[in-house]
């Protein structure tokens, strides 16, 4: 730690070198009066000089291993200060804190004033916006004279890792079945028998049947024992696709099409593995980020950690994706797409999944909703929004008519509503 010198400082130094100067070429008693005054004052912040070195224990009340959050969240952060020297007359302590996040109540910079001895706390409240991994800390340590003329620094390392997930909606009334079903079991209706819940017949005792299956007030009217049969359960396999083409993303930093797209696939990340369905994740981004399907709640954390980290987008498509696909997950999968669908050239890509015998779902947020929030008023032209909603329509009904499932979302809006009435239409049609 060195001790600095203020500004303050080097202007009392030039008062005193100007009157000097001054007083000897003029002969006036007021510029030596001046320089008088400005020498004590300059003496008297030399004898009242910060410490070298100051004694002060700074530690986290909040976890330091990390703590979980979700979006639009907040998180209050408290900081405890101990003074193991001498009394400090003006302590400045700075928790810094990345610029993405908002202190909503409280500061995260003040100055106090501590005996020896003495403990304080620093409390203040943040907001998380947006989704991602952040770091808090160092914090930052000023201690300065009376007169502000001299200053001592120095950062302590008491940093905390914050992670941001995304935000999720609560979707209990959704019932999102794959067409294609796996052999293991899970919550989606089969037309052939097997392990389930749901009554489906009686047939005669076979060797190995399970004594619990055993139909007991059939077999006491029929004097031969009877087992049950039951409709069975099956699960399938989902791959969830979050489009992050940089050149199709619409918004700002904190709201756009891909932080909606985002917060959705942790959604029905939760919502599809609670069913027992097998899911995994591809992320179109910087790089392929991809997460091969599986089920439980560790892998539903993997999922949510991926999404996690995905925070800005980039320059791969859904041509690679699509390759993606193709190459190294499971055949006639539940493909679903979240994607504002702003290239053109995606229409033809989830058509040709669907002759493919993949069971695509679009879920597109409206990116129009998203443009019309962010912007004033005067910007914003009813012209161009009426153009391109008869061109968006236009190609949704194009993918209905090819076989893809198309929810058209409005991102201001919770999803749960249109979705359940896009899937009761769906499950009418087929």
């Known amino acids: 730690m060195n001790i600095r010198q203020q500004r303050p400082f080097a202007y009392l130094v030039a008062f005193v ?26 003496v008297m912040s030399v004898r009242s000089l910060p410490p070298k070195e100051f004694k002060i224990d700074i530690e986290r009340g909040s976890a330091e291993e990390g703590k979980d959050v979700y979006v639009d969240d907040e998180l209050e952060i408290t900081i405890n200060i101990k003074n193991e020297g001498g009394k400090i007359r003006f302590l400045e302590i700075h928790d810094i804190i990345p610029g993405l996040l908002e202190v909503v109540e ?30 808090l800390g160092p914090v930052s340590l000023r201690y300065r004279d009376a007169l502000n003329l001299f200053s001592n620094e120095m950062e302590i390392e ?21 067409s294609y079903t796996k052999h293991w079991l899970g919550e989606v209706k089969s037309k052939s028998i097997g392990v389930g819940s749901e009554f489906f017949a009686i047939r005669e005792y076979q060797p190995g049947d399970e004594l619990r299956d055993i139909n007991w007030k059939a077999t006491a009217k029929y004097f031969d024992p009877l087992t049950n049969e039951y409709e069975g359960e099956r699960s399938g396999d989902v791959i969830l696709i979050v489009d992050g083409y940089e050149e199709g993303i619409v ?13 959705v696939a942790a959604s029905l990340a939760e919502v599809l593995l609670s069913a027992r369905h097998r899911v995994g994740l591809i992320i179109s981004g910087e790089y392929m980020n991809w997460v091969y399907p599986g089920t439980g709640r560790n892998h539903y954390h993997k999922i949510m950690s991926n999404l996690t980290k995905f925070e800005r987008g980039g320059t791969w498509g859904l041509e690679g994706i699509k390759w993606l696909l193709e190459e ?18 995606y ?26 929030e962010v912007m004033e ?24 008519d090819h076989g893809t499932t198309v929810v058209d979302w409005d991102p201001t809006e919770p999803l749960e509503p249109t979705l359940e009435e896009v899937l009761r239409y769906r499950h009418r049609r087929r």
């Open 158 to 178: 008491e940093e905390m890792e914050l992670r941001v997930l995304p935000k999720t909606e609560d979707m209990q009334k959704i019932d999102l079945d794959p």
């Open 328 to 345: 190294f997950f499971p055949r006639k999968s539940m493909i679903i797409l979240v994607s504002p669908l702003t290239v053109p050239s």
């Open 17 to 42: 070198v100007a009157g000097v100067i001054l007083g000897n070429l003029f002969g006036s008693w007021v510029y030596f009066t001046v320089t008088i005054f400005s020498l004590s004052i300059l």
């Open 106 to 135: 409280g500061s995260n910079h003040q100055v106090l004033e501590l005996d020896e001895g003495e403990e304080r706390e620093l409390n203040y409240k943040i907001s998380c916006p947006i989704n991602g991994n952040f770091e």
């Open 377 to 400: 008023d005067e910007e914003y032209e009813e012209t161009a929004e009426r153009l391109y909603s008869a061109e968006r329509e236009r190609l949704l009904e194009k993918l209905w």
């Open 251 to 263: 918004g700002t930093m904190e709201n756009n099409t891909m932080r909606a797209s985002i917060d």
């Open 347 to 372: 229409s033809s890509t989830l058509i040709d999944l669907c002759m493919k015998e993949y069971d695509v779902v679009l879920i597109s947020p409206d990116p129009l909703k998203i443009e019309k």
